[in-house]
């Protein structure tokens, strides 16, 4: 799938995933009760499972970044503590990705 999905696509998959696990049947009932292609189901699933906590926000919890930098933001993960100053959101990506080999 593309790296930019459209937002109204993530919204609709995000709560019918949601509204199946609510429902406590099993993926493939739903989709045959709610009309919802069952492949399609499980690849939109799937998309959401490599990041877990992607099921976990309501789809209105998202919201748009701009390309402005920041002043200063302080993470801290296990042991590490980091401070970043001045930076863009493409810099802020590369360092989760550099923290995820940590």
């Given amino acids: 799938m593309s790296k930019r999905i459209d937002k ?7 709560e019918k995933i949601s509204s199946c696990e609510a429902s406590g049947k099993s993926a493939f009932a739903w989709c045959k ?3 919802i292609n069952n492949k399609a189901f499980y690849r939109w699933r799937s998309f959401f499972n490599q990041n877990k906590s992607s099921l976990n926000l309501r789809a209105d919890s998202f919201i748009e970044l701009n390309t ?4 200063r933001l302080e993470i801290e993960y ?15 990506g590369y360092f989760f990705k550099a923290l995820k080999g940590l």
Wanted: glycine share 0%; hydrophobic share 25%; net charge positive.
């Fill in 68 to 71: 402005k930098k920041c002043c």
């Fill in 8 to 14: 109204k696509r993530r919204q609709y998959w995000l």
């Fill in 78 to 92: 296990k042991e590490y503590k980091f401070c970043l100053q001045d930076f863009s959101f493409n810099d802020l």
């Fill in 33 to 35: 009760e709610n009309n």
